[in-house]
């Protein structure tokens, strides 16, 4: 079994195709739920924080975490550590956050998980 938690503060209103955050969020949250496959008490955390300027989304695992040797790849297109899949996941979810000028970045620690952020420019007040 899994533990899935969100934290939202707030509505967050950006300036990006509602389809492409989706895809964005769908990928992540199965990633770090595919991370955790082989973890007792697997947990996957989901928040939204508003600073002044900009929305932060945060999906955190406490799964088998991304190899040191790995992570300067992991949003190359065609890279992938699974035995399924094209690799295209974490490139498209780049691609998107990118194009609506945002940032994304990952922590991680082997063997306790990993957290990936994305950062977007807030709409309005």
Do not use: C
């Not at 739920?33 to 406490?62: F, G, M, P």
């Not at 991304?66 to 790849?73: D, F, G, S, V």
């Not at 899949?85 to 991680?108: C, D, H, P, R, T």
């Amino acid at each position: 079994s899994i533990e899935f938690t969100s934290s939202v503060q707030s509505e967050a209103m950006v300036f990006a195709d509602k389809d492409q955050m989706n895809r964005v969020l769908t990928n992540l949250i199965k990633n770090a739920i595919q991370a955790t496959e082989e973890t007792d008490n697997a947990k996957v955390a989901l928040s939204l924080e508003r600073d002044r300027n900009n929305y932060l989304i945060r999906v955190e695992d406490n799964g088998v975490g991304i190899p040191e040797n790995q992570r300067e790849k992991i949003f190359v297109p065609n890279f992938t550590t699974k035995s399924k899949g094209a690799g295209l996941g974490l490139a498209m979810v780049k691609n998107i956050v990118n194009q609506a000028e945002g940032e994304i970045w990952f922590e991680s620690i082997e063997g306790q998980g990993t957290s990936f952020f994305v950062q977007l420019p807030a709409q309005g007040s």
